[in-house]
């Protein structure tokens, strides 16, 4: 996993699926693979509650990111995901005191995270 830019606007505030499309072309939602990239993602949004690229909208339980690629590394808060009150099929980074991930619905409104990957070699 190489490089990345990553963008992110604090007064732009969507669902996610329209987020994915609020992203620059060429860009996508942002998707983490380690521990140095949550913090980078996480201090990027300043903190702040916000979209990544993951769901569970295909499968509940299964989470992939929107790349399709399966989730090697996860941040889950203590208890999460848990769809609350109902399914929550779309992850949030910066949940809580604790900045973990949550799994929200998918509808709520949020800023989101979005990443530009170099190409490999
Ligand atoms: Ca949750």
């Known amino acids: 996993h190489n490089v990345e830019f990553l963008f992110f606007k604090f ?4 669902f996610l699926s329209r987020s994915a499309t609020l992203c620059v072309l060429g860009w996508n939602l942002a998707t983490i693979h380690n521990q140095q990239e949550e913090e980078f993602v996480s201090e990027v949004a300043k903190g702040s509650a ?9 499968q509940d339980g299964l989470w992939l990111w929107i790349n399709s690629k399966p989730m090697t590394f996860t941040g889950w808060c203590v208890g999460e995901p848990n769809n ?3 399914p929550q099929q779309c992850a949030v980074i910066n949940f809580s005191a604790k900045k973990c991930w ?3 619905r998918c509808l709520v409104k949020l800023p989101f995270v979005c990443e530009k990957e170099l190409q490999n070699s």
């Open 50 to 58: 916000a979209w990544i690229g993951s769901t569970d909208a295909q």
């Open 11 to 14: 007064n732009v505030k969507h």
């Open 84 to 86: 609350h009150r109902g």
């Open 102 to 104: 949550d799994d929200e």
